[in-house]
């Protein structure tokens, strides 16, 4: 049982950067892993990068990988993202997402809690 609370979404021009927080309440965030996804205009929610319980392994789609940072601090219930280089098809809604797992594993579907999500806008 957990509640997501996301921040630090807003509009930026293209090639600037960006950093989110997703805020955790619960009793064991660190039995969690946990993934940002995002909703663009008229698209899919779609996979963005995961990260496992520990931070130790993290994942990236292709399209954002050596641009995006995932990172976690456990002692503070908080996951982040770090967006540098913004390209306006970054325009998106950005969701926080959590999966309680026994696993070491990156967790890239099937995730138990939502946070409400935030908007990222990239102008050209």
């Known amino acids: 049982q957990v509640q997501l609370v996301e921040s630090g979404g807003g509009l930026v021009q293209a090639g600037g950067s960006l950093r989110l927080s997703c805020a955790a309440s619960?009793?064991?965030?660190?039995?969690?892993?946990m993934a940002w996804f995002r909703q663009a205009p008229g698209k899919e929610r779609e996979f963005i990068a995961g990260?496992?319980?520990?931070?130790?392994?993290?994942y990236y789609v292709d399209f954002v990988k050596g641009r995006f940072t995932i990172s976690r601090d456990n002692a503070k219930n908080t996951m982040y993202l770090q967006m540098n280089s913004l390209k306006p098809e970054d325009t998106a809604v950005y969701y926080c997402?959590?999966?309680?797992?026994?696993?070491?594993?990156?967790?890239?579907?099937?995730?138990?809690?939502w946070g409400k999500g935030t908007l990222v806008t990239v102008s050209s």
């Open positions: 997402a959590a999966e309680e797992t026994s696993s070491t594993l990156v967790v890239t579907g099937g995730m138990d809690y």
């Open positions: 619960g009793r064991t965030f660190s039995s969690y892993a």
């Open positions: 990260i496992n319980r520990s931070g130790r392994s993290t």
